[in-house]
């Protein structure tokens, strides 16, 4: 049996470091659009959604995806002065979404777009738009309902 479930994992924040240096450049970063798996059905078998920086969502195993209405996170790095190159930092470890009751499930392998630990703006000042995906882990009859988490994109300036 297959039950209409919904997974959505909504960005909550993003936070923003910076490395100070001579001549106080300056980087922020800004959320544009939530990380979001859509809505999903799950019957007895385990199985993933993968939403990829380019928003297309896949599934595997005992995960149906339905509807339209998913997409990759989105963010506006913006450096206003100095050099164009900066660091880009993903989780590298599971991140968990908390749904009805308690329930949890985990997005985990997370990636973007552009790709990469050492990036840069076209030029200063400038900004780019990083798009970020990641592996919605699904259990096998996991408790449907609306999930959210949060996580992080940290950039450093050098």
Same mark, same amino acid.
């Given at each position: 049996?297959?039950?209409?479930?919904?997974?959505?994992? *909504?960005? $909550?924040?993003?936070?923003?470091?910076? !490395? &100070?240096?001579?001549?106080?450049?300056? !980087? @922020?970063?800004?959320?544009?659009?939530?990380?979001?798996?859509?809505?999903?059905?799950?019957?007895?078998?385990?199985?993933?959604?993968?939403?990829? &920086?380019?928003?297309?969502?896949?599934?595997?195993?005992?995960?149906?995806?339905?509807?339209?209405? #998913?997409?990759?996170?989105? *963010?506006? +790095?913006? !450096?206003?002065?100095?050099?164009?190159? #900066?660091?880009?930092?993903?989780?590298?470890?599971?991140?968990?979404? @908390?749904?009805?009751?308690?329930?949890?499930?985990?997005?985990?392998?997370?990636?973007?777009?552009?790709?990469?630990?050492?990036?840069?703006?076209?030029? +200063?000042?400038?900004?780019?738009?990083?798009?970020?995906?990641?592996? $919605?882990?699904?259990?096998?009859?996991?408790?449907?309902?609306? #999930?959210?988490?949060?996580?992080?994109? @940290?950039? *450093?300036? *050098?």
């Amino acid at each position: 049996m297959i039950r209409s479930t919904r997974f959505p994992l *909504f960005l $909550l924040g993003a936070l923003l470091l910076a !490395i &100070p240096r001579v001549g106080a450049a300056q !980087i @922020t970063i800004q959320n544009t659009a939530g990380l979001n798996f859509g809505s999903l059905a799950v019957g007895g078998s385990a199985g993933t959604a993968v939403i990829s &920086p380019a928003g297309v969502r896949t599934v595997t195993g005992g995960v149906v995806g339905l509807g339209s209405a #998913y997409g990759a996170a989105s *963010f506006t +790095v913006t !450096i206003s002065s100095g050099s164009a190159t #900066y660091f880009l930092s993903l989780p590298t470890g599971n991140t968990t979404l @908390t749904g009805p009751g308690g329930a949890t499930m985990t997005a985990s392998t997370f990636t973007s777009n552009p790709s990469g630990l050492i990036q840069q703006v076209p030029s +200063v000042p400038g900004s780019q738009t990083v798009t970020v995906g990641a592996t $919605l882990n699904v259990a096998a009859n996991q408790t449907p309902g609306s #999930y959210a988490g949060t996580f992080t994109v @940290t950039v *450093f300036h *050098f």
